[in-house]
């Protein structure tokens, strides 16, 4: 499912003296089947633009395309239901919005509100629970007995077993340990290369977003800053550091080392801490490779 | 350096009797005026650390001394006046309209006399370099911003112990080492004593001295280079490798002899620089 929009607007409190624009002209495509990173600091519009992206939020101006749903600022919003059951958000901190008696009756809530019949619903548990990594024998458990780190995968599981099309993540590792950091988003990668899944993914971690992502979106100030693969966005790092952001910590010690060096140690920023070691190795053995 | 301002001796505590212990015998200290680190995986019990700090929480076997004071239900407030707290969520530590008014909120309650109160209110916002924005509605600011009158709010009651929970792990990396450096500066100024509890290591890097937490209990204790130097341990234990400790161990495992206690990245690209040379 391809999403698309055209001139998108978004304006908080629109007609008010609190005004505010969000969302300023955004034309971007997020390719069916693909994984997209959105980047950008606090008050960039991530987060309005994310709300657009299941009718959440019904822009001011322009339009979203997704899938076959329309939604434009000046038409009423109508099948909104449909579109929810097929792009599914996974918010910040999700386990908060936790809340049956267990694991079960929890991650069954989403796809019976949507009119799957109940034991459909369950068997749908019993599979979302084994993508997350989870066993059968959390179903009749409580889901506030549970770690946080488990807490938000039986959140995620809700989600899935609603089956979506594209799973929208806003920062969904904040607050987890490292090895927990990890196996989420291993987890994540493994339903977008095995299962089909879109993944549009909210992130601060510039390393996250070179990782995984095969697009990125740079959001600066309510507008689309950039856009293109990993290596197109970090290929100029000093413009996204001007502008507060940061780039991957290999780049970062890169940019740092051709400095004191005073020259180049290879012809492209390296986007994993893998290839910087390869440009240092040839560099200590070659001297410049240009 | 060397003067305890907490004592943690043989401490356990679990959130219910037929629970697992969450601190298991846990023993330690923190000096006045130093920044200490703690670290550990989700679970591990560093969070249950600072609740029994504060006296939210009560030991099931154990003491606790903050400043000398035991703590104990009779002086649990004494000890409260000692020790400031920042959370993680900067949106759910917010009362006030604007900012100023947000940091007058814990002196109103303190019935501090309205003249002092504005005095201590632009001071706090000063020491975090927030005076701009004392009319500010504090949900027009950015999250690095909100940890900082979050912190201010806390300062303006002249505690000795600042205690950041996770502060952090909610910003985004400008945010986050605005706060830091902020919490530097206020450490070397104001002598305060700093416990961050974190999981992050680059964070825990800046700190004086690292304790590792695993499963409820003290697994390690030292300085961050000591710390770093156990690897492939602290993945075990469910956290990481900082960047330069990484970049150095590939380096290594290529036949390069580079100095393991290499940890931060200044040095390491000196070393590089050096290295060259002597080819």
């Not at chain 1, 990594?133 to 609603?162: H, W």
């Amino acid at each position: 499912m391809e999403i698309k929009t055209k001139h998108l607007e978004y304006t908080y409190q629109k007609n008010s003296p609190f005004e505010k624009r969000a969302l300023i002209d955004i034309n971007i495509t997020i390719p069916h089947h693909s994984y997209t990173a959105v980047i950008g600091h606090t008050g960039s519009g991530k987060s309005t633009l994310l709300q657009h992206l299941n009718g959440l939020l019904q822009p001011t101006g322009g339009e979203i395309q997704i899938g076959d749903f329309v939604i434009r600022s000046d038409k009423k919003k109508k099948g909104l239901k449909a579109l929810r059951k097929k792009v599914g958000i996974v918010f910040q901190f999700p386990e908060h919005q936790l809340f049956e008696e267990t694991v079960e009756k929890d991650i069954c809530f989403g796809p019976m509100n949507f009119g799957v019949p109940e034991q459909e619903a369950k068997l749908r548990a019993k599979e979302a629970l084994k993508l997350v990594g989870l066993s059968e024998e959390y179903l009749e458990r409580s889901p506030f007995d549970l770690s946080g780190g488990q807490m938000r995968r039986i959140a995620i599981a809700g989600v899935l077993a609603m089956q979506p099309e594209v799973l929208v993540l806003d920062e969904p590792t904040a607050g987890l340990d490292p090895r927990g950091r990890t196996e989420i988003m291993e987890m994540f990668y493994s339903l977008y290369k095995n299962y089909g899944l879109s993944i549009v993914l909210v992130t601060h971690s510039m390393e996250d977003a070179s990782k995984y992502a095969d697009y990125i979106i740079v959001m600066h100030k309510g507008s689309v800053y950039k856009h293109g693969t990993p290596r197109e966005i970090f290929d100029k790092p000093e413009e996204l550091i001007k502008l507060g952001l940061d780039v991957p910590e290999s780049i970062r010690f890169q940019l740092k080392l051709e400095k004191r060096l005073g020259i180049q140690i290879s012809d492209q920023p390296n986007l994993s801490i893998e290839e910087l070691t390869e440009s240092i190795l040839s560099y200590l053995k070659w001297g410049v490779t240009q | 350096m060397n003067n305890q301002i907490v004592q943690f001796k043989n401490v356990s505590f679990r959130y219910d009797t037929d629970a697992p212990y969450a601190l298991n015998n846990v023993s330690f200290e923190v000096f006045e005026g130093e920044w200490l680190a703690i670290v550990g995986h989700n679970g591990s019990g560093k969070s249950t650390i600072a609740k029994l700090m504060n006296g939210l929480l009560f030991p099931e076997k154990g003491d606790i001394y903050i400043h000398h004071l035991k703590l104990s239900e009779e002086l649990v407030w004494d000890i409260r006046d000692l020790i400031g707290m920042v959370f993680q969520n900067p949106d759910n530590q917010f009362v006030g309209t604007t900012v100023q008014d947000d940091v007058a909120f814990g002196l109103e309650n303190h019935g501090i006399p309205r003249k002092e109160m504005i005095e201590r209110v632009h001071e706090a916002l000063r020491q975090v370099k927030m005076s701009n924005f004392l009319d500010q509605e504090p949900h027009h600011l950015s999250g690095g911003q909100k940890q900082r009158v979050a912190i201010a709010s806390v300062l303006a009651l002249r505690p000795r112990i600042i205690i950041l929970d996770e502060a952090t792990s909610m910003l985004d990396p400008r945010g986050r080492s605005e706060v830091l450096d902020v919490v530097r500066e206020l450490k070397k100024k104001e002598k305060l004593t700093i416990i961050s509890i974190t999981h992050d290591l680059e964070e825990a890097a800046r700190a004086d001295r690292i304790i590792v937490m695993n499963r409820g209990e003290v697994y390690r204790e030292g300085l961050p280079e000591d710390i770093f130097k156990m690897d492939e341990e602290l993945i075990r234990l469910g956290l990481d490798i900082p960047f330069t400790t990484k970049l150095v161990k590939g380096l290594r495992d290529n036949g390069y002899d580079i100095p393991k206690d290499i940890l931060n990245e200044d040095k390491l690209v000196d070393y590089i620089w050096k290295l060259k040379q002597n080819i």
